[in-house]
């Protein structure tokens, strides 16, 4: 009967317990406009850890402390070009989501085009490949062909 006991307990307490690990953090802005400048800039931000999550959905530490970063940069009125500038500096273009058109991130850029077009080059060739018919043999050809397939044939045997 205590097992049971101890089991139910366990399980109340892990049901109480387990909406306060998942904390959200939240932040108070002084208007509206500036809390949109900040979900704005933290979903085009690219968190340095994750790779492939931006700054708003990550939940690694560091995400946590850009976030915070980018709140206080907003609260003291800096630009959104200014936040960007001071995140691109300490992290590169890759924090970027959208890297800027320049001579480092040329691939990026021109990759997909370069691939794509290759794409559409290999389907034009194998089209026109399956579009053309086998040569019709004339009869000395056709003569010439069966005797090659007999000679072939009796090596075989």
Do not use: H
Not at 74 to 89: K, L
Not at 118 to 127: D, P, Q
Not at 134 to 148: C, F, M, N, V
Request: glycine residues 4%.
């Amino acid at each position: 009967m205590s097992r049971i006991l101890a089991t139910l307990l366990f399980c109340l307490f892990y049901s109480v317990s387990s909406p306060v690990v998942a904390a959200i953090e939240t932040y108070q802005f002084a208007s509206p406009e500036l809390a949109e400048r900040f979900t704005d800039l933290t979903l085009e931000l690219r968190c340095p850890k994750c790779q492939n999550q931006n700054l708003a959905d990550s939940d690694s530490i560091i995400a946590k402390d850009l976030r915070r970063q980018v709140k206080i940069m907003v609260d003291d009125g800096q630009s959104d070009e200014q936040i960007r500038a001071f995140m691109v500096q300490r992290y590169g273009d890759f924090i970027l989501y959208n890297p800027p058109f320049k001579a480092q991130t040329l691939v990026l850029w021109l990759a997909p085009l370069v691939l794509l077009i290759i794409g559409a080059l290999v389907l034009v060739f194998i089209r026109r490949g399956k579009g053309t018919a086998a040569a019709t043999l004339d009869d000395q050809e056709r003569a010439e062909l069966d005797s090659l397939i007999k000679q072939q044939q009796d090596q075989n045997k």
